[in-house]
Nanobody
Framework: HVQLAEFGGGLVQAGGSLRLSCTTPGRTFSFRTPFVGWFRQAPGKEREFVAAINWSGSSTYLQDPVKGRFTMSRDNAKSTVYLQMNSLKPEDTGIYYC????????????????WGQGTQVTVSS
């Protein structure tokens, strides 16, 4: 059972930036789960899909609230996927989870095969 690990969360002021990383400790991302994405969960709210990227990195999928502010990239040689978050807002606060899936539809529906434990992002106003 592949576990994902997230890094890079923290406390930042509104307007600031953070870069989250998602990796697979001791393993490599598999072409069988080519889509890797990020979800977030704010206190008292449901987990929501934020962004995803395909295996080659040629396609990214961003939800409207983060378009123009967040970008995704990946380095398969390092088995790492990144979420660059710029112009952060207090409403971006939450626990950010990394997930991987064979199909983008499953990933977006939070039906991913593999999940990380999450990393806290807090944006102060």
């Amino acid at each position: 059972h592949v576990q994902l690990a997230e890094f890079g969360g923290g406390l930042v002021q509104a307007g600031g930036s953070l870069r989250l990383s998602c990796t697979t400790p001791g393993r490599t991302f598999s072409f069988r789960t080519p889509f890797v994405g990020w979800f977030r969960q704010a206190p008292g709210k449901e987990r929501e899909f934020v962004a995803a990227i395909n295996w080659s990195g040629s396609s990214t999928y961003l939800q409207d609230p983060v378009k123009g502010r967040f970008t995704m990239s990946r380095d398969n040689a390092k088995s790492t996927v990144y979420l660059q978050m710029n112009s952060l807002k207090p409403e971006d606060t939450g626990i950010y989870y990394c997930a991987a899936s064979e199909y983008i539809t499953d990933l977006k529906a939070a039906q991913a095969t593999y999940w990380g434990q999450g990393t806290q992002v807090t944006v102060s106003s």
